[in-house]
């Protein structure tokens, strides 16, 4: 194995080599247990998703919510998607993780259409990995799921980080005809890349979430100035502003200042269960029937 020649030819004594081999030893053996657990769990169907609610900066209404997945892992209990969605994507597990959570999002929503008033119409978005735009019959799962479900393409928003967008021919059609169908592309983790300009520039982007780095930091007015000045951009540009990580009285008020169309953070509500979401979100409020 090469990480542990490396290791050995860095260590000076016998000793250390065989520290640091079993080291590697034992986070092998954790990435195979990981990986077959994962296997059984997308067999078993083991995960759940959470739901954070966005809500508009000036009524505090809830008007749409993020699904965000978890492992529910037989003996370590609750995963969280940091840990296994980049093992799923190497495994090649992700197009099924992925099409299970767009398929029990769109089911989700169904629900809460019926429990909400005719004219009330929540978003519903959803993380996509990369490689699920390099499957060409990608837009066309997507739609049949929203007509099984009797969900119009417009409740449904797909949220793309940079590291998920790699421009290939396939992908790039298939975010054209996803947005031509009414479905909106939001541009994840906005800020954090390199190339977040291009990309809003060549492809259909609607909606732009302000990575929770440039809010988490911000503690005075005179910290504001770079919230301040991707919500000019944003603006001024016509792009639809959700800013997530707003934690303190002081950011909601900030972003409300700035009139960010949507707010998601724990000041409002960390992710919960559907059935959470519905007891203090939906039932108890003026969306309710
Ligand atoms: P993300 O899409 O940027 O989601 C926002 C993350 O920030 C969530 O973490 C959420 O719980 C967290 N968050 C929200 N408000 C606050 C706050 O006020 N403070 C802090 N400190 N954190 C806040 P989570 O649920 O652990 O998800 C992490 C990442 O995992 C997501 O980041 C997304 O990239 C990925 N992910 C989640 N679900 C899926 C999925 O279904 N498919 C794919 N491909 N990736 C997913
Ligand atoms: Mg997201
Ligand atoms: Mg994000
Ligand atoms: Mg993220």
Same mark, same amino acid.
């Given at each position: 194995? /090469?990480?542990? /020649?490396?290791?050995?030819?860095?260590?000076?004594?016998?000793?250390? $080599?065989?520290?640091?081999?079993?080291?590697?030893?034992?986070?092998?053996?954790?990435?195979?247990?990981?990986?077959?657990?994962?296997?059984?769990? @997308?067999?078993?169907?083991?995960?759940?998703?959470?739901?954070?609610?966005?809500? $508009?900066?000036?009524?505090? #209404?809830?008007?749409?919510?993020?699904?965000?997945?978890?492992? =529910?892992?037989? &003996?370590?209990?609750?995963?969280?998607?940091?840990?296994?969605?980049?093992?799923?994507?190497?495994?090649?597990?992700?197009?099924?993780?992925?099409?299970?959570?767009?398929?029990?999002?769109?089911? =989700?929503?169904?629900?809460?259409?019926?429990? &909400?008033?005719?004219? @009330?119409?929540?978003?519903?978005?959803?993380?996509?990995?990369?490689?699920?735009?390099?499957?060409?019959?990608?837009?066309?799962?997507?739609?049949?799921?929203? $007509?099984? #479900?009797?969900? =119009?393409?417009?409740?449904?928003?797909?949220?793309?980080?940079?590291?998920? *967008?790699?421009?290939?021919?396939?992908?790039?059609?298939?975010?054209?005809?996803?947005?031509?169908?009414?479905?909106?592309?939001?541009?994840?983790?906005?800020?954090?890349?390199?190339?977040?300009? &291009?990309?809003?520039?060549?492809?259909?982007?609607?909606? *732009?979430?302000?990575? !929770?780095?440039?809010? #988490?930091?911000?503690?005075?007015?005179?910290?504001?100035?770079?919230? +301040?000045?991707?919500?000019?951009?944003?603006?001024?540009?016509?792009?639809?502003?959700?800013?997530?990580? @707003?934690?303190?009285?002081? =950011?909601?008020?900030?972003?409300?200042?700035? !009139?960010?169309? +949507?707010?998601?953070?724990?000041?409002?509500?960390?992710?919960?269960?559907?059935?959470?979401?519905?007891?203090?979100?939906?039932?108890?409020? #003026?969306?309710?029937?």
């Amino acid at each position: 194995c /090469a990480d542990v /020649a490396m290791y050995r030819s860095k260590s000076s004594g016998r000793n250390q $080599s065989h520290f640091y081999s079993k080291a590697i030893h034992d986070e092998v053996l954790k990435r195979v247990t990981l990986e077959s657990d994962l296997r059984i769990a @997308v067999e078993q169907q083991q995960f759940i998703l959470y739901y954070q609610p966005q809500v $508009s900066y000036n009524d505090h #209404h809830i008007v749409g919510v993020e699904a965000l997945i978890r492992w =529910q892992h037989p &003996t370590q209990g609750l995963i969280s998607p940091m840990v296994f969605i980049p093992v799923a994507e190497e495994m090649g597990l992700i197009d099924e993780i992925g099409r299970w959570v767009i398929d029990m999002a769109c089911q =989700q929503l169904a629900q809460w259409n019926q429990m &909400t008033r005719n004219d @009330v119409k929540l978003s519903m978005a959803a993380n996509l990995s990369a490689l699920q735009l390099n499957r060409s019959d990608f837009y066309q799962f997507v739609m049949n799921t929203l $007509s099984k #479900h009797e969900i =119009q393409p417009e409740q449904l928003e797909l949220e793309l980080t940079e590291s998920t *967008i790699n421009r290939s021919e396939i992908a790039d059609k298939q975010l054209m005809d996803l947005s031509l169908a009414g479905i909106k592309l939001a541009l994840d983790d906005f800020g954090t890349g390199y190339s977040s300009l &291009t990309h809003l520039q060549l492809l259909p982007f609607e909606v *732009i979430k302000i990575d !929770k780095s440039f809010i #988490h930091n911000i503690h005075s007015e005179s910290d504001s100035h770079f919230l +301040r000045a991707i919500c000019a951009f944003s603006k001024a540009l016509n792009f639809e502003i959700v800013a997530e990580g @707003v934690e303190t009285e002081f =950011q909601r008020g900030l972003c409300e200042s700035l !009139k960010v169309d +949507r707010i998601q953070g724990y000041y409002f509500a960390k992710p919960m269960p559907a059935k959470e979401l519905e007891e203090k979100w939906i039932n108890r409020t #003026h969306l309710f029937r």
